[in-house]
């Protein structure tokens, strides 16, 4: 999986394909816990897939935000693979990255502030965050605008000289080397 994110996101999306986010039932495996329903809807154990889409309250966002994302995938691995596969156009996939993190940043602020889940919320903080990281994206492409290159065309040199035209190439992965020349006067 590769794409430009937040490395807190990319970090994130990374924990939570493999499992490794610290949802009850995974704190459970290692420590005395002893509840480990899901903080939000409190009937389910609470697995990286229950909290990130199959909680009820995780539906309202997905299917609340400007995705209009239904809940009818298995898992979260080819939640994320199919929308990177199907969708076209890059902002989108970043949008859905950006919810599954709001939406695990509010289960956070549930579990240690007791504060409420609100979907509502939880979308406009991932869509707000979304158009933070697209003005950041155009200011830094706006920044350095490309240069316009001419195209130079080749002009002989003058009576009693000669020019020398070299190029090369390398190749990283191969740790080969290309190198060519021509010499020519002023009759080409």
Avoid at 28 to 51: G, W, Y
Avoid at 68 to 73: A, C, D, E, R, V
Avoid at 169 to 182: R, V
């Amino acid at each position: 999986m590769e794409f430009t994110s937040t490395n807190k996101i990319k970090f994130f999306i990374w924990r939570a394909t493999k499992d490794y986010l610290p949802t009850k039932v995974q704190l459970a495996k290692r420590a005395q816990v002893n509840d480990v329903l899901c903080p939000l809807c409190h009937s389910v154990s609470e697995t990286t897939e229950h909290i990130l889409y199959k909680c009820h309250l995780s539906q309202l966002v997905l299917f609340g935000s400007p995705l209009g994302i239904t809940s009818t995938i298995w898992n979260i691995q080819i939640l994320i693979a199919g929308w990177q596969f199907f969708l076209k156009f890059f902002l989108k996939k970043h949008m859905l990255l950006f919810l599954l993190w709001y939406i695990w940043y509010a289960r956070h602020k549930v579990v240690w502030d007791n504060n409420e889940f609100d979907p509502a919320a939880v979308i406009t903080s991932a869509v707000n965050a979304m158009q933070d990281y697209k003005a950041a994206w155009v200011t830094q492409l706006t920044d350095h605008p490309a240069e316009i290159v001419q195209q130079v065309r080749w002009k002989c040199p003058s009576i009693d000289w000669v020019k020398l035209n070299v190029d090369g190439s390398t190749n990283a992965t191969t740790n080969n080397a290309c190198m060519g020349a021509i010499a020519r006067d002023c009759y080409g």
